[in-house]
T-cell receptor, first 111, second 113 residues
Framework: GQNIDQPTEMTATEGAIVQINCTYQ??????LFWYQQHAGEAPTFLSY????GLEEKGRFSSFLSRSKGYSYLLLKELQMKDSASYLC????????????FGRGTSLIVHP | KAGVTQTPRYLIKTRGQQVTLSCSPI?????VSWYQQTPGQGLQFLFE?????QRNKGNFPGRFSGRQFSNSRSEMNVSTLELGDSALYLC???WGQGLYEQYFGPGTRLTVT
């Protein structure tokens, strides 16, 4: 089984940088995903990490350390539209792939 | 390219009834996964279908079942509905098996009374 922890809520100022952390415990790691979900909408894929290191995609970057069971999502130049829930999900290795999602971090961006 | 579509968008059912939800993936995508989202449990994986075969299954009772057709469209069925089945049911598609980059549909909001 898996256990995924991420902060419940974070606030930040428009134009700033925010880091959303995710820690996990799993018996067989096989990839970590970040999704963005605006209120009342479906999740949108942001990033996928399977090897250690930083993956950069525009204003968003995601980092993974498999030895520490740790990932973070970095959002730069925050905009009001970035106010959303950010979900961390871990996929387990094995004969089947079952993703487990964290409860999500609600990010509030204020002017 | 059209996105993932789900029908119906809203549904109200009574305890004990059954329900069938439909999902049409993005053209060219062969994998369809289903998720349940509730305020209490968050987003939980139900199952994944690829090439008409169930490839992965989450920890849900047998009342939850699904199938995939040759055109990759998928249906999910819940029998003997319980109040706790009230949730947003999300379908996601991707080009390959294994739950890589997935694109979610808008979901079906199911209310069981």
């Amino acid at each position: 089984g898996q256990n995924i922890d991420q902060p419940t809520e974070m606030t930040a100022t428009e134009g700033a940088i925010v880091q959303i952390n995710c820690t996990y415990q799993t018996s067989g790691f096989n990839g970590l995903f970040w999704y963005q979900q605006h209120a009342g909408e479906a999740p949108t894929f942001l990033s996928y990490n399977v090897l250690d290191g930083l993956e950069e995609k525009g204003r968003f970057s995601s980092f993974l350390s498999r030895s520490k069971g740790y990932s973070y999502l970095l959002l730069k130049e925050l905009q009001m539209k970035d106010s959303a829930s950010y979900l961390c999900a871990v996929r387990e290795r094995g004969g089947s792939y079952i993703p487990t999602f964290g409860r999500g971090t609600s990010l509030i961006v204020h002017p | 390219k059209a996105g993932v579509t789900q029908t119906p968008r809203y549904l109200i059912k009574t305890r004990g009834q059954q329900v069938t939800l439909s999902c049409s993936p993005i053209s060219g995508h062969r994998s369809v996964s289903w998720y349940q989202q509730t305020p209490g449990q968050g987003l939980q994986f139900l199952f994944e279908y690829f090439s008409e075969t169930q490839r992965n299954k989450g920890n849900f009772p047998g009342r939850f079942s699904g199938r995939q057709f040759s055109n990759s469209r998928s249906e999910m069925n819940v029998s003997t509905l319980e109040l706790g089945d009230s949730a947003l049911y999300l379908c996601a598609s991707s080009w390959g098996q294994g739950l890589y980059e997935q694109y979610f549909g808008p979901g079906t909001r199911l209310t069981v009374t």
